[in-house]
Structure formats: structure tokens, C-alpha cells
């Protein structure tokens, strides 16, 4: 049987201070990327979210998403991830409904529960409600793209008769990220997929498949790639390593890997790959490197890498985007997808 896997490109739209250009050109240089990555045979764009950082790290992922879908023609485009606690799941509907009518349903949504707290205090919300938080916001969201007059009452939402207009004529898939087992299992148990980073609880998502009695064929893993693909690794590292190191760094302080107490911050970009998500391949090793992730992982539909690391130079990320482009990806494909 025919299996197809997707590949795409992951933005954050980061632009830190030692770098810093003005943001409107960051936003233009960036859509013209997309574009024209498009163009080279990439599948997927996907924009994550955070609120709050000095480097403007993307707080509207959906707007950058309309603006996506406007200037695009055949890209999958979705979230990995947006921040489903912060939001209200009415609102949430409306707008993801006008991003797929716009994108003539290209649009899906990926979401999580978030880990920042200053980002919960600003928007009224409690770190501790996150699962019933996700879990009401999905249901309601399903019910509204259904067309339903939504009456519900639950521990976080109560709405009373209310009904979204206009509904999305393809309703986004919803994909739920995860790195516990607990919300683990719940994406196995109510998204449509599951989206890892670095590949971490990958297991656990297809354990909780199995745990809650549905085929391996329903699991969907979209797939997070941190690989840097480059013909002189070595030389790629010491053009892009501080950019590296700010990232990671810039992760530690948000408390993504319990904070600086628990994670020291790297000192060097060749700390941050050895013990950050890195990997630096040479287009052949990627190659056999994607190859056999795809094989080893048969429910990993889209695997996604980022285009450009905070503060690096567009024609920087656009010549590793080329290099995929040219010599990995035709032959993944060729491997894979027959």
C-alpha cells in the first residue's frame, strides 16, 4: 500500500536584540519565503506560539496563518503548537473557521497545554485547569465547526444557545502535543494527532492508541524535526551556532525543561547541540537518517524542520531549505512514499 508522508517547514518569527531587524520586514521576508518554498515542493507550514518574549516570539499564530493561506495555494498550514488553554474556545472557533475558509481548508489546528505561568496570569487562567481546560475547549470546538447550537456546561465553559457562523466547509483537524503520559493518552484518546518535538513521548501517544483500544492505523504523529541539514556541517555550526544557543537558551529561562535551576544554561553552541534536540546531518545523512525514522515510526505522517533559527539571516534558513529541497527530500520521498 502507498504511504505519503509530508514534509514542511516550523516558524516561531523570533527576532532577538543582537540580531534585531525592523519586524515588518521580518514578516515580509518570511511570507516571500514560504512562498517560495511552496514552490520548491514543501507540504506543510506550521507556527508555534508564546506571549510576552522581548523577541516577539509569535503571539498570533492564527493571523500569520490567514496571512499564509492568502498568499499560498497548496501548503497544509497548522499550528505546533498554539496555547488552547489561554483561549476562549468560542472565539477560538470563530477565528479558526474564517483561517480554513480562507485557505480553502488547508488549515489545522494543533494545540497544547503551555508551561509559562506568567502567560496564564495575564490571560486569567490556572496552570492546574490545563487538562479540563484542553478537554472542554476540543469538545466545544468540534460542536461549533459542526454547526451546532452549542448549549454546555462544564467545569471551565458555560455558554447557553450559541451558535458559530460561518462554519469552516473543511473543519481543521485538531492535534494535541504532549510530553507526559496522562496528556499522552489524551491526545490518543480525543485529537486526531499528536505532535511531538524531538520526537519525545512519541511511545507514549501509540501506547495510549493501543490503551484505548483504536488500530495503530489511527494513530498520526506530526513530527517536530530539530535536524539541521547542511553539505559542511561543521562550518553550519560555527555560522548558526549562537543563533542555536540563544534558542535553547531562550527555552531554559520559559521554563520549557523546568527552568535555569534545574537546566543550566548552555554556554557554548556546541553545548547547546550536544545537549539540546540538534542534530547536524550532511544531506546524505539525512537521507538515511529520515528514511529510517519514517520506517521505524509507520505512523508519523509529516515531519516539519526549522526554517530559520532566532535572529538568523532569511538567505541563511533559504540555503538549508534549498539543500533539502534538492538532495533530501526527492529521495526520502522515492523511499518512502510508493
Not at 492535534?175 to 480525543?190: C, K, N, Q, T, W
Not at 494513530?219 to 556541517?233: H, L
Not at 521505524?296 to 533539502?324: K, M, N, Y
Request: with cysteine.
Amino acid at each position: 500500500m502507498a504511504r505519503h508522508v509530508s514534509f514542511g517547514l516550523w516558524y516561531d518569527f523570533r527576532n532577538p536584540e543582537p540580531w534585531r531587524t525592523p519586524f515588518e520586514k521580518l514578516y515580509e521576508d518570511t511570507l516571500d519565503q514560504i512562498v517560495w518554498a511552496e514552490k520548491l515542493g514543501f507540504d506543510s507550514i506550521w507556527l508555534t506560539e508564546h506571549h510576552f518574549c522581548e523577541d516577539g516570539y509569535t503571539p498570533s499564530p492564527l493571523v500569520i496563518a490567514g496571512a499564509i493561506g492568502a498568499r499560498t495555494k497548496r501548503v497544509q498550514i497548522g499550528t505546533n503548537l498554539l496555547l488552547l488553554p489561554l483561549y476562549d474556545p468560542i472565539r477560538m472557533a470563530e477565528d479558526c473557521a474564517t483561517v480554513s475558509l480562507l485557505s480553502g481548508g488547508r488549515f489545522n489546528l494543533g494545540v497544547g497545554g503551555g508551561y509559562v505561568e506568567k502567560e496564564f496570569e495575564v490571560f486569567g487562567r490556572q496552570v492546574q485547569h490545563r487538562p479540563s481546560l484542553i478537554e472542554e475547549s476540543i469538545e466545544i470546538l468540534r460542536a461549533a465547526w459542526a454547526g451546532d447550537t452549542i448549549t454546555f456546561s462544564g467545569k471551565r465553559y458555560e455558554y447557553a444557545d450559541v451558535r458559530v457562523s460561518p462554519v469552516p466547509e473543511t473543519p481543521p483537524k485538531i492535534f494535541l502535543g504532549a510530553i507526559s503520559e496522562p496528556a499522552a493518552d489524551r491526545a490518543a484518546r480525543i485529537a486526531d494527532g499528536f505532535l511531538s518535538s524531538g520526537y519525545v513521548a512519541q511511545d507514549l501517544y501509540v501506547n495510549g492508541i493501543r490503551k484505548f483500544g483504536k488500530n495503530d492505523k489511527d494513530a498520526k504523529i506530526y513530527a517536530g524535526c530539530w535536524g539541521i541539514v547542511a553539505e559542511d556541517p561543521e562550518a553550519e555550526l560555527d555560522r548558526i551556532g549562537e543563533h542555536l544557543r540563544y534558542q535553547m537558551n531562550q527555552y531554559i529561562l520559559m521554563g520549557a525543561f523546568g527552568g535555569p535551576e534545574q537546566t543550566p544554561l548552555f554556554e557554548t553552541p556546541e553545548a547547546a547541540v550536544e545537549n539540546g534536540f540538534y542534530e547536524f546531518w550532511t544531506p546524505d545523512e539525512a537521507v538515511h537518517k529520515l528514511v529510517t525514522l519514517v520506517t521505524e515510526w509507520p505512523q508519523i505522517v509529516d515531519v516539519h524542520f526549522w526554517a530559520q533559527f532566532p535572529g538568523e539571516p532569511i538567505d541563511s534558513g533559504s540555503r538549508r531549505i534549498e539543500t533539502l529541497s534538492k538532495h533530501v527530500l526527492p529521495k526520502v520521498r522515492a523511499a518512502v512514499n510508493r
